[in-house]
Structures are given as structure tokens and as C-alpha cells.
């Protein structure tokens, strides 16, 4: 790997330094999380540390159980809280999610080119096909993997169409004619297809600038081709090397194979960080973030994706590849596929498999350790071949926080790993697109 390439570098200000335990310390300041201010000082600290992006991941429902034990998945709106950060900032990205499964095509067009606007060129889609919140919006249950991309392929290429119909230079603004923009430019759409029937034009003009770059996060078979056809970078959960190199070659030759450039695609893993002045510090955070956490959860989740009950096993039983019926439905293919894949790598002792981030967490990267370590880590990823840049997700505390964007970010400065300064005012320009 060239040694001049530099990563590209995302915070998560979803407040997962607030999941587990990390809400109930007396500095969680958890009472906040839904002011804009509790976010805009993440993100002005974020920009001081020169990130290219805020990331801010949705869900459209909220699970009464875990909001019991943690914030889970309530937040505000965040495509309304980007609105509010990009007015106190002007360099960093701003990366906001909309599920194409439960959403109409033109609002989301007009959301994000709204957006664009308001921060001029700053701003992100995360294309999410959704796991679940299908009995908010009328569905008895959610469309099967293979649906819900298929429609979220042709959600896409109507969304593009949308704020390719309202060019900037439609706009004319000839006071002395008395002409304001350009009909032979602002063009009805006429989409007329399987699942979406749309006029257009959007009533937005495009921002004139770079286009508005594309995230995804499905790993799956359909996420992954679906990702390689459209997306411009990749949230993924990639809890060892191994599986972030195999992930990111089949995601570039997907891509060469829909006739992009293998580096049309950046793959971006998360990386769950638990950061201390000492390693042995660094343990204890993470062991006070999860203490207390229902173990009957735990091996419920195990259970749905693994297709097995684990109730009745001594916890000294080694799971084993054997063990496992084929992939049934589950909440979530990747997931499902990444617990698999660590069982038939390791066959580890039931004990061990409930402490794995893939059964605790989001099956995520996860460093537990000083920053330094963390450091190492990135590098070695890195230079691996196995990640183009990273989603920061702070765990533990707000001091897991500042550790990483006072300390670390600072260090990958000085590592050459991440820039020192801005070049560029747009999210496309921090990610090198064209």
C-alpha cells in the first residue's frame, strides 16, 4: 500500500459512549442528547481534529426493551440535527441516513439537496435498506434481503434523477428579463418503473459543487453488490483483519465488474474504541460498560443468529461449525454471517463466544486499549490492505471521547495517517471524489 495515502476518518455521534453502563455515570451528561448543543460541541471538536465527516446512523423504531437499560435507538431526526450542525461549522462532513424501504424517493432527494445547500457541498446520504420498523409505516413484516435492495437500487437512480433535474446553472436570475431559471434545463424525470412512479423535477436546486457522496452499510450478498454498483463508501463491521481484507477486494472487483475503478469504492470499518491512559485502565472501562448487562439478551441474540439454542450448553462447550443448521431468516444477514464465520475460524468455548463483539455488540472492530495501541492497530489495517479509512465509535465514557478526538486524531496527524490541515470545503473533496 502506497505509504502517501492517507485514511479517511469518520465520527459516529450516535452516543454509543453512553451505551451499556455509560449513561449512568455522574459525567454521562445523557440528560443532553436530545439538544443540538450536546452535538455541536462533538462536532466543532471534530473539525478542530480535521475529521472528514459526522456520521450519524437511524433507525425508524424504537425497541421498548433496551430503551429500559440505554438511550438504544431514540434520538432526534438526523437529518434535522446536521441542518443545525452545518450552520456552526465549515469544513467537516456531514454524513445523515434515510432508509430506502420506508421512505418516499423525493423527499429524501429534497432532504439531502436541502442539506447540501445549507452547509454548501458538505453533506452525505447513508443508503440504509432497514432491519427493522416495518409496523410503523403499514408492513406487517419486512420485505426479504433481495426485496428490499431491488428496491433500493431503483430508490437510488430516482433520487439521482431528482437532483440532476434542477441543475444550478438552471437557475438564470436575470432581473432585467424577468427570467429566473431555465425550463430547457429544469426537466421533469418521467421515471416510470417497478416500484416507483415519479414526475420530478425536484424543487431544489443542486448546489454548485461536487455531487453529494453515498454511504452504505450492508455486508450481505445483495448489500455488498448493491454497495459495489452505487456507493462511494462502506460502513461495515469487520471485526478482524481477515475479514476487512476479504471484504474490501470482493467490494473492489464487484465494483470493476459494474465498470467503476476498483478506488471508486472506499471501505470504511468501525472501529469500537474503549480508551484509556493504560491498558489495564482501558479494561476496566470496558468491563464497567458491560457489567450487569442481561445475559439472557446476550444469548437470545446468539440464539437468532446462530439458529441453535445455547441455553441448555454448559458454558465450557466448544461451538463447532457441525452444530449449525443452514442460515435461516434472521434479523441481520451480515451479522449472522460474521458469528459464523468466527465459529468456524476458532470453534471457541460458549463463555468466549458471549464476550465477542459479534454476540455484546455490533460485531465491530474493537480496541481496548491506550491510545498508542489504537494507533498500531489503524497502521497495521492499514498497511494490511484491509481498510481505507475509519468510523470512530467511542464506547465507555465521554473521556473515551476526548481521548479520541484530543489524543488519537492528533497521533494519526503525526503518523501521516491523517491530515493536518483542510484542502477542501466539501465532503466530496475530503473523500477524493472527482
Not at 22 to 29: A, C, K, P, Q, V
Not at 133 to 156: D, H, I, K, V, W
Not at 307 to 316: N, T, Y
Not at 363 to 382: H, K, L, M, N, P
Request: hydrophobic share 40%; with cysteine; glycine share 8%.
Amino acid at each position: 500500500m502506497s505509504n502517501n495515502r492517507q485514511l479517511c476518518v469518520g465520527l459516529s455521534i450516535a452516543v454509543t459512549w453512553l451505551t451499556g453502563n455509560g449513561w449512568r455515570r455522574e459525567d454521562s451528561n445523557v440528560e443532553a442528547i436530545y439538544s443540538s448543543e450536546f452535538y455541536l460541541d462533538l462536532a466543532r471538536r471534530a473539525e478542530q481534529a480535521k475529521l472528514d465527516f459526522l456520521f450519524r446512523p437511524d433507525a425508524m423504531f424504537l425497541s421498548r426493551q433496551a430503551v429500559v437499560e440505554s438511550p438504544a435507538f431514540s434520538s432526534i431526526d438526523p437529518t434535522l440535527l446536521m441542518a443545525s450542525i452545518a450552520s456552526q461549522t465549515r469544513h467537516i462532513g456531514l454524513v445523515s441516513t434515510a432508509s430506502t424501504t420506508f421512505m418516499p424517493p423525493f423527499v429524501v432527494a429534497r432532504q439531502f439537496q436541502s442539506l447540501n445547500q445549507i452547509s454548501r457541498g458538505r453533506a452525505g446520504w447513508n443508503v440504509v435498506t432497514s432491519l427493522a420498523g416495518n409496523m410503523n409505516f403499514g408492513l406487517s413484516e419486512m420485505p426479504p434481503s433481495e426485496q428490499r435492495y431491488a428496491r433500493a437500487r431503483e430508490f437510488t437512480e430516482v433520487v439521482r434523477k431528482l437532483w440532476a433535474s434542477y441543475p444550478h446553472d438552471g437557475l438564470r436570475i436575470d432581473r432585467a428579463a424577468g427570467v429566473y431559471a431555465d425550463t430547457d434545463k429544469v426537466l421533469t424525470i418521467d421515471h416510470q418503473g417497478e416500484h416507483y412512479s415519479v414526475q420530478g423535477p425536484l424543487n431544489v436546486p443542486a448546489w454548485n459543487g461536487p455531487r453529494i457522496p453515498l454511504f452504505q452499510a450492508g455486508a450481505s450478498d445483495a448489500g455488498r453488490d448493491f454497495a459495489a454498483r452505487t456507493a462511494d463508501a462502506i460502513f461495515a463491521a469487520t471485526p478482524d483483519a481477515a475479514a476487512g481484507i476479504e471484504l474490501r477486494n470482493d467490494l473492489r472487483r464487484r465494483a470493476v465488474a459494474h465498470g467503476r475503478r476498483a478506488d471508486d469504492i472506499r471501505l470504511l470499518p468501525g472501529i469500537s474504541l474503549y480508551l484509556g491512559a493504560t491498558r489495564a485502565e482501558a479494561q476496566e472501562l470496558y468491563r464497567a460498560t458491560q457489567e450487569g448487562l442481561d445475559p439472557e439478551r446476550k444469548l437470545a441474540r446468539a440464539n437468532e443468529l446462530l439458529g441453535i439454542d445455547l441455553r441448555e450448553l454448559s458454558p465450557d462447550t466448544r461451538i463447532t461449525p457441525e452444530m449449525l443448521p443452514p442460515v435461516g431468516k434472521v434479523y441481520s444477514q451480515t451479522h449472522a454471517m460474521l458469528l459464523r464465520r468466527l465459529i468456524e475460524r476458532e470453534r471457541p468455548l460458549l463463555r468466549d463466544l458471549m464476550t465477542r463483539p459479534e454476540v455484546v455488540g455490533a460485531a465491530y472492530w474493537q480496541v481496548i486499549g491506550t491510545v498508542e495501541d489504537a494507533v498500531s492497530e489503524i497502521r497495521q489495517r492499514f498497511e494490511a490492505g484491509a481498510l481505507d479509512g475509519i468510523i470512530a465509535i467511542p464506547g465507555g465514557s465521554p473521556g473515551c471521547m476526548d481521548l479520541t478526538l484530543g489524543q488519537l486524531m492528533p497521533r494519526l496527524s503525526e503518523e501521516g495517517l491523517l491530515r493536518s490541515e483542510y484542502t477542501s470545503t466539501t465532503l466530496a473533496g475530503h473523500l477524493g471524489i472527482e
